[in-house]
């Protein structure tokens, strides 16, 4: 499906989860081409970093610490980024934590976290930038995704369930802006060779044998799949091919699709 593309060259971008992987990637290529990139991260000294590296290629770029797990870090960032910026032209929701545990194995306070983000996050960012987006008319509200969000695996509970509210958010806001101008579209990558397995440890190995076939993308694929979904206004870009495949195969055959998840994913 496809809704109004955005050109990217002097539109204000809010890139959250940008001190490092997708987010990181995101932000440089659409610096890049001409954006405003403000970036969001915990890390303060990462994100200056990354700023000044940006601005030595000739982008632009605004290091906009903020913990996304905090409701009032949540109400500061966008009184600051309304007050400096204006409404982002175009939202990228990609901050994300969460290992790979089965529920009962999951400290409270962890599952909370792992529900924070992405799908808090993503859900009061959005909520807060709205309004300016609707009135602007146009924009963009993108939604970085898992293939757990369409194919769940065993021993994941928690992660899979932030990444389905997600996926939930992305389709109700679709239907409640068409026609408003500003689009929302979802990017749901197979595996990145980001540092995301290495930030949240035991994860990895609890990749089902079966998604092994589905070769790992760059982050920098990853954010040229971004900035091409923001200018042609496409809804959903699931990728590589092979993860579409399985997607495919998942919807079509679902029982199959659980059953080969189960039997060659983590077991207790
Ligand atoms: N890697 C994969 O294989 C893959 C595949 C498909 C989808 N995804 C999804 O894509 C998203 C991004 O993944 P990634 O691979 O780029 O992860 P990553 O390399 O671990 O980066 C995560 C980013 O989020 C930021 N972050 C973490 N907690 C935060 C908080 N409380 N407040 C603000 N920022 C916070 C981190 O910076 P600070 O630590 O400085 O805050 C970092 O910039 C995740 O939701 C992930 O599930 C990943």
New binding site residues.
């Given amino acids: 499906m496809r809704g109004t593309g955005v050109g990217l060259t002097g539109r204000t971008v809010l890139v959250?989860?940008?001190?490092?992987?997708?987010?990181?990637a995101t932000a440089r290529t659409l610096a890049r081409r001409g954006s405003v990139a403000l970036l969001?991260?915990?890390?303060a000294e990462?994100l200056d970093e990354q700023v000044e590296r940006i601005t030595a290629i000739g982008g632009r770029a605004v290091a906009l610490p903020?913990?996304?797990?905090d409701a009032d870090q949540i109400d500061a960032l966008v009184a600051r980024v309304l007050r400096e910026h204006g409404p982002p032209d175009v939202l990228v929701n990609?901050?994300?934590?969460?290992r790979w545990l089965f529920l009962d194995d999951t400290p409270p306070a962890e599952l909370a976290g792992m529900i924070?983000?992405?799908f808090g996050?993503a859900l009061h960012l959005t909520r807060a930038f709205l309004p300016g987006m609707r009135a602007r008319g146009s924009g963009r509200v993108v939604m970085?995704?898992?293939?757990v969000s369409r194919l769940p695996i065993p021993g994941a509970t928690g992660y899979a369930a932030s990444?389905y509210a997600l996926r939930g958010l992305t389709a109700a806001l679709r239907l409640d802006l068409r026609g408003t101008g500003v689009g929302v579209t979802e990017v749901?990558?197979?595996?990145?060779s980001?540092?995301?397995?290495a930030?949240?440890p035991g994860a990895e190995e609890r990749i089902p044998v079966v998604a092994r076939l589905i070769p790992t993308v760059s982050?920098e694929q990853v954010a040229a799949r971004i900035a091409r979904a923001v200018e042609r206004g496409r809804d959903e870009v699931v990728f590589p091919w092979q993860l579409r495949a399985f997607e495919v195969g998942g919807r079509l055959f679902p029982g199959l699709t659980s059953y080969l998840a189960w039997r060659t994913g983590t077991r207790r």
């Fill in positions: 959250t989860g940008a001190s490092q992987g997708i987010g990181l969001v991260a915990r890390g990462a903020a913990d996304l797990a990609n901050a994300g934590v969460g924070a983000l992405p996050a970085v995704n898992s293939p990444r749901i990558p197979g595996k990145v980001s540092r995301y397995f930030n949240n982050p």
